[in-house]
Every structure is written in structure tokens, then in C-alpha cells.
């Protein structure tokens, strides 16, 4: 089959929920063994139970990815059983506002877990990949390579996981350790759902409709749809692509305007 993972032990931050589920339950559905390195202890748990009922392989690790200790903690311990073959840093948060919009601890807050967070799991596991080579994914954005209204923070953010990826993947191309990043744009997730319900109280299915026209393609992409570009960028058949962005966007960033 292709796109096979069997055998393999990948780490998944932010894994269970949204994107981070959708690429935790294909690559366990693909016969890689999964750790889920999440904050929120319920959502880990059941992530598991779903995919252990599935037949899959996973472990849930409750995990701060902005606290360095604690993540390598994690990571060593893992290494220190079983050969770590890839790394997802999917954990991400969001911020809505532009700079006048944006305070010191606003910015702070998406620092630590977007930046800071990728950061600490590249430097935990990379000892671990030079050995036998290996794979990191991480999960940049739209807001990485153009322009968002009202997103100063978090698009700084996803700038710094681009060129992050881009610093990694020239480093260690001797060591045998490929090191990309996807950049969705929407995507439909429990996030969009709790905004729009937040922000737009009654006008759920209004709001709703107007964001999934911001994509060219006419709706919000899926998770299972990025966790599938994840699957192949991880597989023996991407093994000849490292330090490069794959957008999954429905053509925003080549088709809007």
C-alpha cells in the first residue's frame, strides 16, 4: 500500500483535536504508532480511546509545548524506548487583531506556543533524528507567505515556523532528516465553529457561508484533507522533498484579487 507508515513512531503535537486529529488518526490508520503530545487532558484521552478502538497504536502525553522541560522530558523518554522517525509540530493558537490591536502578553501568549513551541520540539528531537535520520512537518499557514487582515500576531507566528522550516532542512540534509511545512488556509474545525458562534451570535449559517467564500475554491478545506498531504510528505514516497511549503489552501494564495 502505498503512503504506509507501519512500523513508524510519530509524534503529533496538538493532536487531538482538529488538524492534529485528523493526522493522528490517518497516520495510526496507516500502522504508525502515534504520541500525542496535548494540552488538554479530556480531548487527549478520547483521542486515543477512538483510534486504540480502531485498531491503532497511540499514546497520550498531556503536554505544555511552550514549557522546554517538559518537552524534552517527553521526547527523550520516548526515544529512550523506541527509534523516533517523525515529528508533526501541529500545536498552534490564534489571535485575531491587528498591531493596535495586539498587546505585549497577546503577543507573548502566541510566541510561546507558536513559536517558542516549534522551537522546543525541533530541539528536543532533532539529537534524536541525527542518528538514523528522519522527519519533521510543521504546520505553517497562509499567513506565512501573504497578507491577512487582522492577523498581526499569528501571522508573525507562521512566518517564523516557514523560515524555521526552511533553517532546519539546510542544517541537517547531512544527517538524513527532511524538514517541510504545510500551510492551510481555512480549515473547518471546532475552532471556526466556536469563533463564528462567539462572534456572530444568530448569524451562525451566514458567517459560515461567507468565510468558506474566501477560498476560491468556494469552501473551507477539511482536516482529513490536510492530515492526507501529511501522510504523503511523511511516506517513503516523498523522500526526495525536504525544506519546502506545501500550501493546501483552495486557491487563495494564487487566485485571490
Excluded at 507508515?5 to 504508532?33: D, E, Q, R, Y
Excluded at 511552550?66 to 523518554?77: A, E, L, M, Y
Excluded at 497578507?147 to 522550516?165: C, E, N, Q
Amino acid at each position: 500500500m502505498s503512503f504506509n507508515l507501519k512500523n513508524k513512531i510519530a509524534i503529533v503535537t496538538g493532536g487531538a483535536s482538529g488538524i492534529g486529529k485528523a493526522i493522528s488518526t490517518k497516520f495510526s490508520g496507516t500502522g504508525a504508532k502515534v504520541h500525542i503530545l496535548e494540552f488538554n487532558e479530556e480531548n487527549g484521552e478520547q483521542t486515543v480511546a477512538e483510534i486504540e478502538k480502531n485498531g491503532g497504536e497511540a499514546v497520550f502525553h498531556q503536554c505544555d509545548v511552550s514549557n522546554q522541560g517538559q518537552v524534552k522530558k517527553i521526547i527523550d523518554s520516548i526515544a529512550a524506548k523506541e527509534k523516533i522517525d517523525i515529528l508533526i509540530n501541529n500545536a498552534g493558537i490564534a489571535h485575531i487583531g491587528n498591531v493596535e490591536d495586539t498587546s505585549e502578553e497577546d503577543l507573548d501568549r502566541i510566541y510561546n506556543v507558536n513559536v517558542k513551541g516549534v522551537y522546543n520540539c525541533m530541539y528536543a528531537v532533532v539529537p534524536h533524528l541525527k542518528k538514523a535520520g528522519g522527519i519533521i512537518l510543521n504546520m505553517a499557514s497562509i499567513a506565512s507567505s501573504v497578507g491577512i487582515s487582522d492577523r498581526f500576531a499569528y501571522s508573525m507566528s507562521k512566518g517564523a515556523v516557514l523560515t524555521m522550516t526552511y533553517s532546519v532542512a539546510k542544517d541537517y540534509l547531512d544527517y538524513g532528516i527532511r524538514c517541510n511545512s504545510i500551510s492551510p488556509a481555512r480549515i473547518h474545525t471546532p475552532f471556526v465553529d466556536g469563533f463564528i458562534k462567539k462572534n456572530y451570535p444568530g448569524k451562525e449559517d451566514e458567517m459560515f457561508e461567507n468565510l468558506s467564500k474566501t477560498q476560491p475554491i468556494g469552501r473551507m478545506g477539511k482536516p482529513e484533507e490536510v492530515a492526507n498531504l501529511a501522510l504523503y510528505l511523511c511516506s517513503d514516497e516523498a523522500s526526495f522533498i525536504t525544506g519546502t511549503d506545501f500550501p493546501i489552501d483552495g486557491g487563495f494564495i494564487k487566485l485571490n484579487g
